[in-house]
Every structure is written in structure tokens, then in C-alpha cells.
């Protein structure tokens, strides 16, 4: 056979074979179920392998569930990943679920801007109800009329006192200060400066950790910064004025801002002052004992408890600190599987295996009231006493603020903050000018995206 | 520019006046003392670099000993200098998935894959760019030169959008492409640097070669390019750096964490609410060690070994 | 004739720089013009306001003029002390010091380590209470100075942070020392002149279109910078270190007001564009070239 003429016969033969694979591969496809090969990006902050354990098993039980759906994780670094995402999203590049690592930024933001999609659509068909999660933590997920997203877990706060230096003062180490008052008692007791006049030791700097949260102090002297159901901001309201006129005043028991920030490892994370000894008494977020105790001061005596409230203010009342929410974004080519699975990680399982590894709060009431909860974190018992007393008194523990705005105002507050703790002026005066600068700059939204922010920030 | 041909002229007149009357000075003593004072200023300027030196080795000092240190002695009040026992096990636990995936090797690989080809070029377009601002002399070329400036004036940030956007629309977005393929237009900083050294090179050189006949591609490959070699030397370490540590580039075009480079794979170590601050600092001595090994070998490239043959013999 | 070759010949050899301005720089570069002149929130349509955005910027925005001032006074300050560390320490660095390839790599590496490692430098030695400069000054008997925890201390702290990172500009003067023809010291040496006179008017002259260069960077970067400022002291205490180009990158990346954010930038590089124009300017009579 000549050369050309056998060329022509294997030419041949493929095409036949070619064509039947393909024929009978279409044949195949028209079989198989809806979910046929399809990929779902997952992003998230971390590769840590704590927490791929903590959710990969549910997502192996999703795929065998979802015959034809795979998985894929993608750590997206952390450093500006806020720019990675933006970038993504508005170019069409984006993943189908992303996990945050905090509530605002970015989400409020995202809904403004058209970066995350609302899940309303899939409420019917995938049969959800408003039931599954806690008050607080719906009003977190629900604004501005939609659902923007699912929380996987809240954060609140901890109030920790080193029970050595509780005893050195001749305190009681088991009994942490419940008001105000008794704060300031034991902090006279606690605070030691030496010859000089420098800071041997801080019973609290009330601003430092996480009680520069501007929320913090505010809640517990009983006001709040935004109003959920207003939608407006609230941030000279009496309440907020009686805080930051206090902690002006530890600022100046201390011997100053200054002089207290100069003592302090002003280094936050996990530079912290309490295990160098250098406070008695701290504000720290649910993740401490586990993440930064547990592993930068082994062998530390602490101790755990609510945090002193002022007078009229239930002891036990709290802030969201943070949360993880998943979310959404816009473009998103597989939306219902990604709202499904999405959903499937809303279950009592995978939040209380999360939760518990990482000592955060369940957001949802089958996984908050789980007696496993409690049996798995005993210290978090509070944050479900807590929890009991916010759904008879929603005012004990307040959602996270939903204003897109949040971010610009909350930096203005803490300036305003800082210029009381400095001395620099009176906290009615510093509050007053915020609140006027806040509203200034809502005004300025409205006029630039009056779509979202019509009916208030 | 007159200045200096009237400095040198007067200044090699000087030199050949002088060297008869130092073959008669050395016979005289304070030939010998000069000596002395020449010893003297060096032990000074030596004991003020070891001073300084101190300050600037201290966080390179903190990274390696944090990377050898056990977590309760990181952020202790004062600090920890010596780590006490000593964990070289963080090395070994930052490469082996024992904390977190670090795949080294192949965010190694990933690394060298754009910054060799992002370097090269950058040295080979600059160097042709930096050649037609210093050494042509054409209508435009001083607003070519200030256009090339003014692109290093506007902070990335607000460009960023767009040019993704047009790699997207191109479909190089999840490629090396992006990272790779712009080096070869020139780089503004390197375009700036050649063409000051350029510029210094002697006029005499240039106006030799062309009365040999020599054309402008003579010129650059025979003449301008032999004479740079320091300054080439640091265009290239720059570019190698640059790209070695360059985050947000590798951060918003690729997703594929296969493709991550050695800057994107250390947030490995950045977990949900802390960070495994030694692994992390374990993997950082790693991924800077090639850099430190390099400075320091090409050092002489730039620095020592470069005879100015230019205007004697 | 000889003009219309020489125009082919310097278009040609700077062609690799124009085609990559045209096809990766013109668009982004027109974009964000035009974004300046719109309200733009990164994934809506872009909607034309005119001057709106730079209105805001000077009359209705108050950390605007705080973070140009930060900056102006930022740079004013550093630039001249970044660029005479950094050529004194490669005049010292280019005599025949024993072990100088060791003190070259020290001094360089600051340039290479991660911004976090350097934030968490300053504050050990910044430190109020028990940082090493304070523990240093009580050993003269100086009181301890509030480095990062006043106002006032707080942005001078930052300047002297950017002195680590004069290594750049420290290798650039290397390579530039390398072409001053030695003979010229020789010559200066014979007339009798002493350090201070070889180093005023042999080095200086010879190395000052490397100065000029370093000059120039430096005031660019020093209006780009933010990172390691923005971790040590977050901008403040009281907005005394928020720094220009922090503004635009929040309002790019964390408010999404993308035109805002890119009428601050094109503001900014007016002032920089300017400030260089300023510095070639006023080189004209003191750099010499070849």
C-alpha cells in the first residue's frame, strides 16, 4: 500500500472512533444528573490546616451528596486581599463562595457596590427560614430589604484578669470586677507607677487589645453607635459621652495617653500586654485563650468572665466583635449550587465543629443551645448566657453595625477617641464633631448612590 | 558641562606636574605619617559602620531568631535576644505541612519562572530605551523622558482596575503573562538610572567611534554597554528583587494556588486569628536567603573590579 | 538628513517603551484620568460629575489637608537625610575597609525584609517604656522620649524609620563612585586637599547626576509609602503620621470611591510632577555631566 494511502486510513479510523466517543459521550451527558461536572471555587483567607479540617469533611459529604459537584479550595493571602477580591469580582473573576474573615469591611461595602449577590432568590426553593439563625446575627445578615450572606460564626469579647496580679494586690483572683465602679476600685489597686512616675503596671488601659473597638466601651455604659432599625448613626447619643468621659479619666489616673501608650507593646495581635505582665486586667476576643494564651503564655493564671458594665446595664451585656460570613459574589456561575452549599454549612455540625475548634460563637439556634457547644468550650458558657438574656433583651447584645459607611466613621470615632484619651478636648465636644462629620459623609453617599443609601446608610 | 572638561584638563596637567615632585617627596618622612592618617580615618569610619551596622542588621536579626524561637518566648517583655533552646525544628515543620502548606519547591519554581524572564527583560529593554534618551540626540527625546517619569509618578492603586480588566479582556489573567511580558517594554526606574549613567560615560569615547565610522548600534553594543557594567549590575539586582518580593501583581493575577509564588505562599502562615510567627520567619529566612546570597556575591559587579579604562593610557 | 536619521534611530531604540506605553499604560493611565472625573464604585457604571471630586478634596474633606501636610512635611524631611545617609554610607562603604562586602550586605538587607518584620522593629525600638533607643538615651541620663505615643514625636519617628531603608540609594552611589576617575583624586590629593575637600569637590560634582537621580526617587517614593507607616502607628496618634497615599488607598479599596480615589492620585502626582520639575530645574547649574 502506498505511503499516502495508509495515512488516509488512519485519518480514517480516527474519525470514526473520534465520532463515536463523541456521540456516546453526548449520549452520556444527556443522562447524567443536573449537577454534571461542576467546579466550585471556594475562596478563603486560609490554608491553615486547623482549618481545612474544620470544614473540608463537610465538604467531601456535600460533593458525595452532589454527585458531579467538586470542591476547590483557594487560600487567597490576606494582605490586601480586599484589592484581590474587588479586582476579581468586577472583572467577572470571581469565585463562587467566598468565606470572610470579618463583617464590616467588607461586606455592607460589597452590597453597596454591587460585589456580592442577595440569596432572597433561593430562600423558597432551598426551603430557608429566618428561624435558623439568631436575631442579632439576621439583622447582621439581613439589610437594606435582602440577605447578603450566611454568618458561620460571631465573635464577642472576654474580659481576662491575671489572677497573680489579683492576688500580689490582696484582690480575690476568683472574683473579677461586675461595674464600673468596682473597675475603677480594683484598677486604683492594680495600677503601680515607680520613683519616676513611669507605669510599673496598668490595672487596664481601657483602650488598648480590643477595647479600642469603639462599640465596646459604649455598649457597656449602655449606648451604641448605629441604630439597625433607623439606619442611622447614634455616636454622641448620653451614653457613648458618659464612656469616652471615662476612659479620659483612667487615661488620666495612668498619667496620661501618652504616657500609657509609651508603656504599652502598642504592637496589636499577639504582642499582648496582658501575658507580659504589663496590664492586670484586658479585653480580649474569644480566640485568645486557645490562639494566643494558650500559645504565647502557657502558663499564665487567668481568668475568663463577662465584662463590668455601668449601672442599668445587665452584666452579661456584650458586643458582636466580628464574624466570618459567607458569601456570594456577583457573577458567580453556579449560583444555586453555591447557595446550597452554602446552606449545607449553616448545619448544627459543621458550625459546632468550627466553633468549638476555634472558640467562636455559633450563630445559628441549632448550634448555639447544643449542650456540645458548652461541653466543647466551657469558658463560652457566658456567650450563651449572654445570648439567653439578649433574646428577652435585644439591647444586651447588638448585631454588628450594616452601614457601609462603618469603616470611615468607626476611624473618625476612634480619632475622636484618642483626642479625649490625649486630653485634647471633652468627649461631648470630640462625639458632637463626629457625629456631625458622620452625617456630613452619609449625606455625601446619598447624593453619589442614592439607590442604596435613600432610605439611610 | 564645561566645568568638568575644564576640571579634568587642569587636573591632568596637575598629575603630570605632580608625580615628579612625589618621586622627590617620598624620599622626605611625611610620606610615611600620611600613611599613619590614612589608618587612623579607616579605623574611625570601621568603628562607625560596626555602630550602625548594628541597627541595620537588627531585623534580620529578629527574623532568625524568631524563626528559631518556641512561641512563649516571641513577644516577651523585654525582648527575648537569644532564643533558649534553640527550635531548629521550625524549619523543618514550616516545609513539611506540619503547621500549613508551604509547598517551597514549587512556589520556588513559580518564582523563578517570572523573575528570570521579567529581569532579563528589563536589563535588555531599559538599556535600549535608556541608550536612545543619553546617547541620540533627537527632536522629543527630553519629552520622552519626562512622559517616562511622570508613569512613576501615579501610585498603582488607581490603575490597577483597568489594567486588569484589559489582561482579563486578552485572557492572560491566570497566566504568568502578566508578570512577565511588561518587563520587556522597559522599566521607568531602570530607564531612569541607565540614562544618568549613561550620560556620565565620556564624550570623547563616543565622538572616537564615530569619526571610526561606528553607528549607533556600534555604539551601544561596543561602547555605552562595556562601561555600564555597574550600573546594568544594579538594574538587574533591583529587577531581581523587585520581582522576587513583588505581592500584589502575583496576588490579583493568578488564582490558581499551583502557580503562587514564594511571596504568595507564606500567608500559609497567617492562620484564622493569629500567626505561627517562628514558621513564618522560618520561611522568610528561606525565601530572602537567596536574595542576601546574591548581593553579596554580585557585589563586585558594581562595586569592586571595574577599571575606568576610559580616559587614561 | 542627518536629523531625520537620528529622529528613526531614537525612536527605534526607545520603540520597546512606547509600544509597551501604548498597549499596557495608556488605557489604565486614561481611565483613571477620566475616573477622576466621575463617581465611580469599582462595579457600577462610571457617572460624569466634573470637578465634583477635587471640590470635595479641598473645601469638604478634612483629613485631605491633614495627609498633605503629613506627606509635604514627610518628604521635605526625609528626602535630603535619606539621600546624604545613604552617600555617605557608600563613600565610607567604597574605602578600603576590612570586611566592607559584609557592611555593604547589612546595610543593603533592610530593603529586602517583609514590612511586617520592620513595623514590629520600630516599635522594640521605639518603644516608650523598654525600647532600646530609650534604654540607650538613660544611659546619658536623657528622659525617655515618647517616640510613637505623642503627636509631636510620632512623624519624627517615622522619618528616622526611613533611614533603614537607604539601601537602594546606598548601592545606586556605590556604582555611581565606581566611574569617578581616580586620577582626579590623585590629583586633588597632591594639592594637599584633606578628606572633607576630596569629598566636596571631587566626589560631589562627580557623583551629582547619581544625586540628582536619588533626589528625584526619592521624592517620588516618599509621597507612595504608606505600608510600614500605616502598621507601626495606624496613622496616628491624632492623624500626625496619616500620610497621603494611605488616603488613597482607602478610599480606593476600603470606601470603593474609585474616583475620589483617583482624583487624590492625580492631584498628587501634580505636586510631584511639579516637585521634580522643580529639582531638574534647580540642578541645571550644579550637575555636571560628561
Request: proline share 7%; with cysteine.
Amino acid at each position: 500500500m502506498s505511503r499516502r494511502r495508509k495515512v488516509l486510513r488512519i485519518f480514517g479510523a480516527l474519525f470514526v472512533v473520534g465520532g463515536l466517543l463523541l456521540s456516546s459521550m453526548a449520549g452520556t451527558v444527556r443522562a447524567q444528573r443536573p449537577h454534571d461536572n461542576i467546579t466550585l471555587t471556594f475562596w478563603i483567607w486560609s490554608d491553615d490546616p486547623l482549618n481545612h479540617a474544620l470544614i473540608e469533611p463537610y465538604f467531601r459529604q456535600f460533593e458525595k451528596i452532589h454527585p458531579g459537584i467538586t470542591i476547590k479550595w483557594v487560600a487567597v493571602p490576606t494582605d490586601n486581599n480586599y484589592v484581590k477580591y474587588t479586582t476579581a469580582i468586577a472583572a467577572g473573576r470571581g469565585p463562587d463562595v467566598i468565606l470572610t474573615p470579618n463583617f464590616n469591611p467588607p461586606i455592607p461595602e460589597w452590597a453597596a457596590n454591587q460585589l456580592i449577590q442577595p440569596l432572597d432568590p433561593w430562600f423558597k426553593q432551598l426551603n430557608i427560614s429566618q428561624n435558623q439563625w439568631m436575631p442579632w446575627v439576621w439583622k447582621m445578615q439581613n439589610f437594606h430589604g435582602r440577605v447578603w450572606g450566611f454568618v458561620q460564626e460571631y465573635d464577642t469579647t472576654l474580659f481576662i484578669w491575671n489572677k497573680d496580679a489579683f492576688k500580689k494586690a490582696g484582690l480575690d483572683p476568683n472574683r473579677p470586677p461586675r461595674t464600673i465602679a468596682e473597675l475603677d476600685a480594683y484598677d486604683k489597686k492594680l495600677t503601680k507607677f515607680d520613683s519616676k512616675g513611669n507605669l510599673i503596671q496598668a490595672g487596664i488601659v481601657p483602650w488598648a487589645q480590643l477595647g479600642n473597638d469603639p462599640r465596646y466601651w459604649a455598649a457597656l455604659f449602655g449606648g451604641s453607635l448605629y441604630d439597625q432599625d433607623k439606619r442611622q448613626y447614634t455616636l454622641n447619643a448620653p451614653a457613648n459621652v458618659a464612656a469616652l468621659d471615662w476612659m479620659g479619666k483612667v487615661a488620666k489616673s495612668l498619667g496620661g495617653a501618652a504616657k500609657a501608650n509609651g508603656f504599652l507593646n502598642k504592637f496589636t495581635g499577639n504582642a499582648d500586654p496582658l501575658y507580659t505582665g504589663q496590664v492586670a486586667m484586658e479585653v480580649a476576643g474569644d480566640w485568645y485563650p486557645p490562639q494566643v494564651y494558650a500559645r504565647y503564655a502557657p502558663k499564665m493564671n487567668y481568668g475568663v468572665a463577662p465584662p463590668p458594665t455601668a449601672p442599668g446595664v445587665p452584666y452579661g451585656t456584650n458586643i458582636v466583635i466580628g464574624s466570618d460570613v459567607f458569601v456570594m459574589p456577583v457573577g458567580a456561575r453556579h449560583p444555586l449550587e453555591s447557595a446550597e452549599l452554602m446552606l449545607y454549612m449553616m448545619r448544627a455540625d459543621p458550625v459546632l465543629k468550627w466553633c468549638i475548634g476555634e472558640a467562636n460563637v455559633p450563630p445559628t439556634v441549632s448550634g448555639l443551645f447544643n449542650p456540645k457547644y458548652v461541653q466543647g468550650v466551657p469558658f463560652m458558657s457566658m456567650a450563651v448566657q449572654t445570648a439567653r438574656m439578649a433574646l428577652k433583651n435585644p439591647a444586651v447584645l447588638r448585631p454588628y453595625p450594616t452601614s457601609s459607611l462603618f469603616d470611615y466613621v468607626g476611624s473618625q470615632y476612634s480619632t475622636a477617641m484618642q483626642q479625649v484619651e490625649y486630653g485634647k478636648m471633652s468627649a461631648k465636644a470630640a462625639l458632637d464633631n463626629v457625629q456631625k462629620v458622620a452625617l456630613d459623609y452619609v449625606a455625601k453617599a446619598k447624593q453619589q448612590n442614592p439607590d442604596w443609601y435613600g432610605g439611610g446608610d | 558641562m564645561d566645568n568638568l572638561d575644564r576640571a579634568g584638563r587642569s587636573s591632568a596637567e596637575l598629575a603630570a606636574g605632580g608625580a615628579a615632585q612625589a618621586v622627590h617627596r617620598q624620599r622626605a618622612r611625611w610620606w610615611t605619617s600620611t600613611r599613619g592618617i590614612e589608618r587612623i580615618k579607616i579605623g574611625a569610619v570601621f568603628l562607625v559602620l560596626c555602630a550602625l551596622s548594628l541597627l541595620y542588621f537588627l531585623p534580620i536579626y529578629w527574623m532568625i531568631s524568631t524563626s528559631l524561637k518556641v512561641d512563649a518566648q516571641i513577644f516577651t517583655n523585654p525582648p527575648t535576644w537569644i532564643p533558649n533552646p534553640i527550635r531548629w525544628s521550625n524549619y523543618y515543620d514550616a516545609l513539611n505541612d506540619a503547621i500549613s502548606h508551604f509547598p517551597f519547591l514549587q512556589d520556588l519554581r513559580n518564582t523563578l519562572t517570572i523573575t528570570v524572564p521579567a529581569v532579563t527583560g528589563t536589563v535588555v529593554s531599559s538599556s535600549i530605551v535608556a541608550y536612545s534618551l543619553a546617547r541620540i540626540k533627537w527632536p522629543g527625546r527630553d519629552i520622552l523622558f519626562g512622559l517616562i517619569l511622570a508613569t512613576m509618578m501615579i501610585p498603582q492603586w488607581v490603575t490597577l482596575i483597568p489594567l486588569y480588566i484589559f489582561f482579563v479582556k486578552i485572557g492572560w489573567v491566570g497566566t504568568f503573562l502578566p508578570l512577565t511580558v511588561p518587563s520587556w517594554t522597559g522599566d521607568a526606574f531602570s530607564i531612569f538610572l541607565l540614562r544618568q549613567f549613561f550620560r556620565q560615560q565620556p564624550q570623547e569615547m563616543f565622538d572616537a567611534a564615530g569619526i571610526d565610522g561606528a553607528n549607533h548600534f556600534g555604539m551601544f553594543w561596543r561602547i555605552v554597554l562595556p562601561l555600564a557594567k555597574p550600573a546594568l549590575a544594579v538594574v538587574t539586582l533591583f529587577s531581581f528583587l523587585n520581582n522576587w518580593t513583588d505581592f500584589i501583581n502575583p496576588l490579583i493575577y493568578l488564582s490558581d494556588p499551583s502557580m503562587y509564588t514564594l511571596m504568595l505562599g507564606q500567608y500559609a502562615f497567617f492562620g484564622a486569628h493569629h500567626t505561627y510567627w517562628s514558621e513564618l520567619m522560618a520561611a522568610d529566612v528561606m525565601i530572602l536567603a537567596p536574595l542576601v546570597v546574591l548581593f553579596f556575591f554580585t557585589q563586585r559587579f558594581f562595586i569592586e573590579g571595574v577599571t575606568f579604562t576610559g580616559l587614561r593610557g | 538628513m542627518r536629523r531625520r536619521r537620528e529622529l528613526l534611530f531614537g525612536l527605534l531604540f526607545a520603540s520597546p517603551w512606547i509600544v509597551g506605553f501604548l498597549v499596557f499604560t495608556l488605557y489604565p493611565l486614561s481611565s483613571s484620568l477620566y475616573y477622576s472625573f466621575t463617581s465611580y464604585h469599582i462595579t457600577g457604571t462610571p457617572y460624569w460629575i466634573g470637578w465634583s471630586n477635587f471640590q470635595e478634596m479641598f473645601t469638604d474633606d478634612n483629613l485631605f489637608w491633614v495627609s498633605l501636610w503629613n506627606s509635604a512635611v514627610y518628604s521635605l524631611v526625609s528626602v535630603p537625610l535619606d539621600v546624604s545617609v545613604a552617600l555617605l554610607l557608600a563613600v565610607m562603604l567604597n574605602m578600603a575597609i576590612p570586611g566592607r562586602r559584609i557592611f555593604r550586605t547589612i546595610f543593603f538587607l533592610p530593603q529586602i525584609v517583609p514590612g511586617v518584620v520592620m513595623a514590629i522593629l520600630f516599635v522594640l525600638l521605639f518603644n516608650t517604656q523598654d525600647g532600646i533607643f530609650n534604654d540607650l538615651l538613660s544611659v546619658f541620663g536623657i528622659s525617655p522620649i515618647p517616640w510613637l505615643s505623642s503627636p509631636d514625636w510620632a512623624m519624627r519617628s517615622l522619618i528616622l524609620m526611613t533611614t533603614w531603608g537607604v539601601g537602594n540609594s546606598m548601592v545606586i552611589f556605590l556604582a555611581g563612585l565606581q566611574d569617578v576617575p581616580a586620577h582626579l583624586y590623585e590629583a586633588a590629593r597632591l594639592d594637599g586637599a584633606g578628606s572633607f575637600r576630596l569629598f566636596r569637590y571631587v566626589t560631589v560634582p562627580m557623583v551629582s547626576p547619581v544625586i540628582l537621580f536619588n533626589v528625584v526617587l526619592s521624592i517620588i517614593a516618599s509621597f507612595q509609602t504608606f505600608v510600614v507607616p500605616f502598621i507601626v502607628t495606624n496613622g496616628g496618634p491624632l492623624n500626625s503620621t496619616m500620610l497621603y497615599p494611605l488616603q488613597v488607598y482607602l478610599n480606593a479599596f476600603q470606601n470603593f470611591r474609585m474616583g475620589y480615589a483617583s482624583a487624590e492620585a492625580w492631584f498628587m502626582f501634580l505636586i510631584i510632577f511639579g516637585l521634580t520639575l522643580l529639582t531638574l530645574r534647580l540642578s541645571r547649574g550644579v550637575v555636571h555631566y560628561s
